[in-house]
């Protein structure tokens, strides 16, 4: 092992992981979206659900607090 060489990995490591994609927490919330509603999607159709095609969340006027008291509302 040389301790010279991997203080100076250990050193940018951190610096490294920042900048990756990994750590771009904008692209991981749209891309696992993404996932889910394929899974979503994958799920309806085995089941024979017909999916209609719904403007995208940029494109709404999405206020989640609103729809999900109103949910409530409704199950209560």
Not at 26 to 55: T, V
Request: aromatic share 6%; with cysteine.
């Amino acid at each position: 092992a040389n301790p010279a060489a991997l203080a100076k990995i250990r050193a940018q490591v951190r610096a490294r992981m920042a900048v990756s994609p990994l750590c771009n927490r904008d692209l991981f919330a749209k891309n696992i979206e993404k996932a889910y509603r394929r899974m979503w999607h994958d799920y309806c159709r085995s089941k024979g659900i017909e999916m209609k095609q719904i403007a995208s969340r940029q494109d709404t006027d999405c206020k989640p607090q609103k729809y999900s008291d109103r949910m409530v509302n409704i199950l209560e």
